[in-house]
């Protein structure tokens, strides 16, 4: 090597960087071709039109109640029923959706954004670092999803924004070690070498260099945590301390009704919890979609 050779020109970076393009659209393609995910992305499409527009094409008010319909069984003029107060419950799981949505999307993207960073410090610097985030982390990860959203909204006064919190803060530490794993098979190749040699500081090498290589496990994680945080967040409902009454989640519809299911007046049950398994199921399959896509 001559002295006027730079030693970074002499590092594979630049092809590195090709191949990693073209075996990310690859997987594009792989995705986009993939049965799995165009059945789930027409599940979940469905569910997303009614978050959207649910209300505007609902038959009825999903909060006008008719008295002397209570608990009709399904027919012309209600399709899925009404409840026990008179109201239509076709109007209400496709009003339903809305709440569900947002906040197992938001939760969801509060908890990839806490835990992709920890995960990125974590197996970026290593050491002691490492060592004590990793044992918090752990720690977390001791009790149940459920469980630990339970014990804290319980102390809290139950509302959108705090299920919001507490499920992207229960997530973010499972989130975290998929990222660290990423992240250490990344920090010795020689594209992060050679940031270092250009003496970048850690914040660019982690999320300018690092971060958009390991994306494809992140993505395929918050698919997977979605559809976690939308059971998650249908049982808190459920459990009373999740999305509270009025508001036609399709949890709180469960809840109202499940008692019914013994007088055999099972539709304000049934039709809900089926909403919240096709949801669930389309979100599984958009992870399986991904998941194999981006194993290959």
């Not at 008295?67 to 009709?72: R, V």
């Not at 959706?97 to 999307?105: C, W």
Request: charged share 15%; glycine share 8%; net charge negative.
């Amino acid at each position: 090597m001559t002295a006027t050779q730079d030693p970074l020109a002499l590092t594979p970076v630049a092809p590195q960087r090709d191949e990693a393009r073209i075996a990310r659209r690859e997987q594009i393609g792989l995705v986009l071709r993939s049965k799995t995910f165009i059945a789930g992305a027409l599940i979940v499409g469905f569910w997303v039109f009614c978050a959207a527009f649910g209300r505007a094409v609902a038959p009825y008010s999903p909060f006008a109640t008719e008295i002397l319909a209570k608990l009709d069984a399904p027919s012309g003029d209600h399709w899925f029923g009404t409840d026990n107060l008179g109201r239509d419950v076709f109007s209400r799981v496709l009003a339903g959706a809305r709440d569900i949505m947002i906040v197992s999307v938001a939760a969801t993207l509060v908890g990839t954004i806490l835990g992709t960073t920890i995960g990125l410090v974590t197996g970026f610097f290593r050491g002691p670092i490492d060592d004590v985030i990793s044992r918090i982390v752990d720690a977390f990860l001791a009790l149940p999803v459920v469980v630990l959203g339970l014990l804290v909204l319980v102390a809290v006064e139950p509302s959108q924004a705090t299920v919001i919190l507490v499920i992207g803060v229960v997530f973010a530490p499972i989130i975290a070690r998929t990222v660290r794993a990423a992240v250490l098979a990344e920090r010795e190749l020689e594209y992060v070498e050679a940031a270092r040699l250009r003496n970048e500081r850690a914040p660019y090498i982690m999320f300018g260099e690092i971060l958009p290589n390991v994306l494809a496990p992140v993505l395929v994680e918050f698919t997977v945590r979605l559809g976690y945080a939308i059971f998650a967040i249908a049982t808190l409902s459920f459990l009373g301390v999740g999305i509270q009454p009025p508001a036609p989640d399709w949890g709180v519809q469960v809840f109202e009704h499940y008692t019914f299911l013994n007088g055999g007046e099972w539709w304000p049950t049934v039709f809900p919890a089926a909403a919240i398994a096709s949801l669930v199921i389309g979100v599984n399959l958009l992870a399986d979609g991904l998941t194999h896509a981006f194993e290959r």
